[in-house]
């Protein structure tokens, strides 16, 4: 246990006042429990900071902007791409009809234009909406993976610090016991000697 009157959060983060640094900084050199605490701080502060920032992938963004945009479809239909591919249609549809109607009259209504033009942009959308839906969906899932790994090896680090700081400990116990070993031998020596 760190001694509970002192805020090693804000001394981890640079954010004590500078009055009580100082004491802070001596209070840490001779507090084993607080030195502790702040390593355990640093560890997750490093581990947090390990972790990007997530932001949506801004090429879809994008693209699925200016495709749900309002007006982007009907600017389409009256750019000069549509006209091309309008009349190149019209033209097949024409060869069709002329192939399997033969005396009956080539040019289609205007109705039929109206309502194939609508079939065509419904079609286009839907297709384009299932497609970007699958790219987020991985995308997503990219996303997804990829924090889960990082937030595994975020663990992975703290819990390898954590071990190293215990065999630390462990090493310094082993230390003090042998001091003590040999400081009973000695007085056992001594007094025995008496
Ligand atoms: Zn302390």
Partial sequence: ???PNLDWKAY???ESPTAERAALDSHLAACAACREEVARLGAVMAALGALPQEEPPRRLAFVS???FEPG????FWNSAPRVAFASAAMLAAAILVHAFTRPAPVAPAPGAAQISEARIEAEVARRLEALLEEKLRQAEERQARRTAQLVTA???RIERRYQAQLLAVEENLNVLRKR???LY?????????R
Wanted: glycine share 14%; proline share 0%.
């Fill in 180 to 182: 003590w070993g040999v």
């Fill in 12 to 14: 981890v983060l640079g």
């Fill in 185 to 193: 031998t000695a007085s056992a020596e001594l007094g025995g000697a």
């Fill in 154 to 156: 975020a663990a992975a």
């Fill in 1 to 3: 246990m760190s001694c």
């Fill in 72 to 75: 982007f479809w009907s600017r």
């Fill in 65 to 67: 902007d200016k495709i």
